[in-house]
């Protein structure tokens, strides 16, 4: 499974970004997306996630409220539409595959990862 993200960028706050992944190979063996995000010197943290079938999200506390993940499963692509952006929102921001059909935020259960793409938030 390949997964390329695209959609980062620079905005400032309060500002709007959409990131989207699309998932290419073997997608069938792909039971949710997810992304998560690290920041310079900090470790990779769980976003959100959505399983294909049934479209179960999670997301971290974080985000709740300003962050929305969805999916186009003809498309095998997903996007986290991110609102109310704030500064500590700046990262690397990776779209993730994992193989189970249960949400997760355990990072070591998504087997795929696409590179990142940059979002950086200014006050």
């Known amino acids: 499974v390949q997964l390329q993200a695209s959609g980062g960028g620079a905005v400032q706050a309060g500002g709007s970004l959409r990131l989207f992944c699309a998932a290419s190979?073997?997608?069938?063996?792909?039971?949710?997306m997810g992304w998560f995000r690290q920041a310079p010197g900090k470790e990779r943290e769980f976003v959100a996630t959505i399983t294909w079938s049934g479209g179960s999200t999670l997301y971290a506390d974080s985000v709740k409220g300003r962050f929305t993940i969805a999916r186009d499963n003809a498309k095998n692509t997903v996007w986290l539409q991110m609102n109310s952006l704030k500064p500590e929102d700046t990262a690397i921001y990776y779209c993730a595959a994992a193989p189970t059909s249960i949400p997760t935020v355990l990072l070591e259960r998504y087997r795929y990862w696409g590179r990142g793409t940059l979002v950086t938030v200014s006050s």
């Open positions: 190979g073997r997608t069938l063996g792909v039971g949710a």
